[in-house]
């Protein structure tokens, strides 16, 4: 059964223990609460969690540090994060803070 966290602009829905949608606008109305959805759905994904970045249609700084975030908290739980179809907007920010090396983006 998949899980449907909704905030004002934005999605995080659980497609199964180790995937997971987000979709909409990621900026500072939507960031915290879909940061603490996110670690919640790491802490119960096993080895390895994805995140379908596919329907996200607009990204503050904020969607940055979100996923920063949940990669950092990935790692102390020994969850391998992928990125799937992260938006060209996304990529380019990711591209010029020098991050590239630390996602694991697809």
Same mark, same amino acid.
């Given at each position: 059964?998949?899980?449907?966290?909704?905030?004002?602009?934005?999605?995080?829905?659980?497609?199964?223990?180790?995937?997971?949608?987000?979709?909409?606008?990621?900026?500072? !109305?939507?960031?915290?609460?879909?940061?603490?959805?996110? =670690?919640?759905? $790491?802490?119960? @994904? #096993?080895?390895?969690?994805?995140?379908?970045?596919?329907?996200?249609?607009?990204?503050?700084?904020?969607?940055?540090?979100?996923?920063?975030?949940?990669?950092?908290?990935?790692?102390?739980?020994?969850?391998? !994060?992928?990125?799937?179809?992260?938006?060209?907007?996304? =990529?380019?920010? $990711?591209?010029? @803070? #020098?991050?590239?090396?630390?996602?694991?983006?697809?």
């Amino acid at each position: 059964m998949a899980t449907n966290i909704t905030m004002s602009h934005a999605k995080l829905i659980a497609i199964n223990p180790q995937q997971a949608q987000l979709s909409g606008r990621l900026d500072r !109305l939507t960031g915290k609460e879909l940061l603490e959805q996110g =670690r919640r759905l $790491i802490a119960k @994904s #096993g080895s390895q969690w994805q995140v379908d970045l596919a329907e996200v249609n607009h990204s503050s700084s904020v969607g940055i540090a979100l996923l920063l975030d949940w990669l950092r908290y990935s790692q102390r739980k020994e969850v391998k !994060l992928e990125l799937l179809n992260v938006p060209q907007k996304m =990529r380019h920010v $990711i591209e010029f @803070s #020098g991050l590239t090396g630390l996602f694991n983006l697809n």
